[in-house]
């Protein structure tokens, strides 16, 4: 059954710890973190302070994606701070194998994560290292923006590639992600369906949970 994980970024900040509860009520399965430096990303979101605040508050599974510059100055602080998964762009280090081993140092789940126009096949190196791959769907930094579809057959080859080489690494998706695009991220083989504005403007948000598993 794949996972849900609702994207903060599109949720009501004011009332936070509200929209918390909610989104485990809603029986979504993981809470998505972006993490954006102004940098990587032209634009700037939120960071440790607030991701301490939301551990004190739930214990949802807190899935990190540092979308920033030199991932691993940053890499101890997101894993103190009380994340249980954290993904680094290839295209952020120079060091992506070494970034990985600093996530699994704090024994959290390490995840590696890929732009819309950076090939699957770069990550060969890594696939057997990490627990996650997560695929853009969109260019990051923003929500709301259209699913990109020539990300589907990564997502195909992932899931070939961790069958023929019997490895167990999950296939995160995030941007784009609605009831249509979700079905076909399912059909390729993605295990966890992150969706920040589809998720949020429903006024129950079980309702997408619903839908993006395909219930
Ligand atoms: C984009 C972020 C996404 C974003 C997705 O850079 O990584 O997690 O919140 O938003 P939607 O689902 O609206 O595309
Ligand atoms: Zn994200």
Redo the contacts with the bound molecule.
């Keep these: 059954m794949v996972k849900i994980a609702p994207?903060l970024?599109?949720c009501d900040f004011a009332i936070l710890k509200e929209e918390v509860q909610r989104v485990k009520d809603s029986k979504a399965d993981i809470l998505?973190f972006?993490v954006m430096d102004g940098q990587f990303?032209p634009n700037i979101s939120i960071g440790l302070p607030i991701l301490e605040s939301l551990r004190k508050v739930t214990d949802m599974t807190i899935d990190t994606?540092l979308?920033i510059e030199n991932p691993e100055q940053m890499i101890d602080l997101f894993c103190e701070a009380g994340s249980d998964m954290v993904s680094v762009h290839f295209e952020a280090t120079h060091h992506i194998h070494r970034a990985i081993q600093q996530i699994k140092a704090h024994n959290k789940l390490a995840g590696v994560v890929i732009n819309p126009g950076t090939p699957v096949e770069h990550l060969q190196s890594v696939l057997a290292d990490v627990d996650f791959v997560l695929i853009?769907t969109?260019n990051?930094?923003?929500?709301?923006?259209a699913f990109i579809s020539s990300t589907l057959d990564k997502i195909a080859w992932l899931d070939q590639y961790r069958k023929n080489n019997q490895l167990s690494f999950e296939i995160e998706v995030?941007?784009?992600?609605n009831d249509q695009t979700g079905e076909l991220c399912r059909n390729h083989g993605a295990d966890i369906l992150?969706?920040?504005?589809?998720y949020f403007k429903h006024e129950d948000y079980r309702a997408p949970v619903l839908k993006l598993k395909g219930e």
């Design positions: 994207s970024l599109a998505h972006d990303v994606h979308m853009m969109v990051p930094g923003f929500g709301g923006q995030d941007g784009g992600i992150v969706a920040g504005s589809y």
